[in-house]
């Protein structure tokens, strides 16, 4: 069993800082992609930023130049370094990793942590 335990959310003023977290445990052979999603309420899920294993990212159009998107390997660990956020960037936000469970490969869930931002 695979487990993405997430943390960081919280409420902070427009222009301020986050940084969320999100540590995969279990039994699995390894990770391939991380991605951080958020969903607004009434709207859909979207996805926020991604990294493979090998270091490369991928952000939406809204938040490049804003977010970072990280990982550390050795700790099964991906983070999202969020500045200069702005209330459009309210929503939950989710962990997905992409792991592989010996020849199985299949994409699990955080439980989500949620993000306000509001003055």
């Known amino acids: 069993q695979v487990q993405l335990v997430e943390s960081g959310g919280g409420l902070v003023q427009p222009g301020g800082s986050l940084r969320l977290s999100c540590a995969a445990s279990g039994s699995f052979y390894s990770i391939n992609v991380m991605a951080w999603y958020r969903q607004a309420p009434g709207k859909q899920r979207e996805l926020v930023a991604a990294i493979t294993s090998g270091g490369t990212t991928n952000y939406l159009d809204s938040v490049k130049g804003r977010f970072t998107i990280s990982r550390d390997n050795a700790k099964n660990t991906v983070y999202l370094q969020m500045n200069n956020l702005k209330p459009e960037d309210t929503a939950a936000y989710y962990c997905?990793?992409?792991?592989?469970?010996?020849?199985?490969?299949?994409?699990?869930w955080g439980q989500g942590t949620q993000v306000t931002v509001s003055s």
């Open positions: 997905d990793a992409e792991v592989r469970v010996f020849t199985t490969i299949r994409n699990y």
